[in-house]
Each structure stands twice: as structure tokens, then as C-alpha cells.
């Protein structure tokens, strides 16, 4: 087996291109949360770091912490999406059911990272701690980072609560369930095409018609 991912590390296999348009899609949503996650940590890290370094007080230790959590934080991620690609290329009930467990707990772990100003945590509460902190000098810097690792969390249990209902919705239903929804969108474009081609060629029955004459 081609082992090609994470880039460089190489860990597991995952391809999307191998994929059929059906499972591709229920991927792709995982493959965003995982994005969403790895990008949650890594800006986690980043903001302990330069707080680090400008001597807030407090943040030394953050440093550990955020480098702790992009270690674990991005190996149960790949061990997660390894489940769900796995389970999905090949309809495999249990992989898949694995993946639902270990991403509805990343789900709730990224609702509360989007909340909660704990230790290195910077959720949406945090906001209030930085403006009344008597710490000048990277205030602006916080705050902007604050509100950027919030969004991601934010956004990154909004995408993994999508992959949960993709991925469960294809383990009870297959890929019918979505290839259904494909199809009537496709009959709702052919139905509103077909009336103009029926008046293009009663136009150009028409126009033969009149040549005729």
C-alpha cells in the first residue's frame, strides 16, 4: 500500500482521486475537519509562541502545552480521517462507525476550544480576560488571534458535525442516498432546460417551414 500522508511523515494512504464521485464527497468532508483541527493547533501554537516571547506572563509554559496538543491534536486527526477514508472506500461498517465515535468527540473538544479561555486555550471568552489584562504591547496581537483561532474552532465543529451526518448517512444508506439527491438536482436542471429546447426547435421547424414557401 502507497503510504503518502500526512506530506512528508507518510503515514497512512489516502487518496481522493481514487475515490468514486460519491464517496469522494463524504471524504472531502473529512478531510476539511481534519484540515480544521490541524489549523486550530497550529494556530494555537503560534499565538503561545510570540506571547512567549514578548514576555506576557503566564504564556512560558503555554508553549509546552500547544506543542503537546499539535502532537496529539494531529495524530488522533490522521487516525481519525485514516478511519473514515478507509471505512468509506471500502464500505466497511465498523471503520466507519470508528470514525463517527472518534470525530464526535473531536466535534465537542472544537466547540469548547471555540469557547473557552483555558491554560493555552484562546476561545471567544477569552476576548473579555485581554482587554482587561494590564498587558500593553501585544494586545492588538491577541486579540487578532483570538478571534482567528475562534473562527477556526468555530467553523471546524460546523465542518465536522457535517462529516459525522456524510459519514453516517452513507453507513445506513450507502451511496444511494446521496446519488438520489444528485440525480433530482440533475432532473430540476433538464426539466427547466427542456421547455427552451422545445421552443428552439419549434423555432426552427418554423423557420424550415418558411424557407419552404
Known sequence: ENFNFPPYLRIIHFDLDELDAVPRLVVRWCYWSF?????GVCLNLLTSIVLASLGVPGTGVHVAYSLFNVIIGSGLGVYCLHAGYKGVATSDSPLMRRFVGLQAILALLMFLFSLLPVVNWNGWLRIADVIRAPVVEPWVFWLVMIILESLVWTCGYGIAGSALYHVITYDTSGPM??????????????GA????????GAVAS?????TKI
Open 193 to 200: 432546460t427542456k421547455p427552451k429546447s422545445v421552443a428552439a
Open 35 to 39: 484540515k480544521a483541527l490541524v489549523l
Open 177 to 190: 442516498a446521496f446519488s438520489a439527491r444528485a440525480s433530482q438536482a440533475m432532473n430540476k436542471v433538464t
Open 206 to 210: 418554423a423557420s424550415i417551414a418558411l
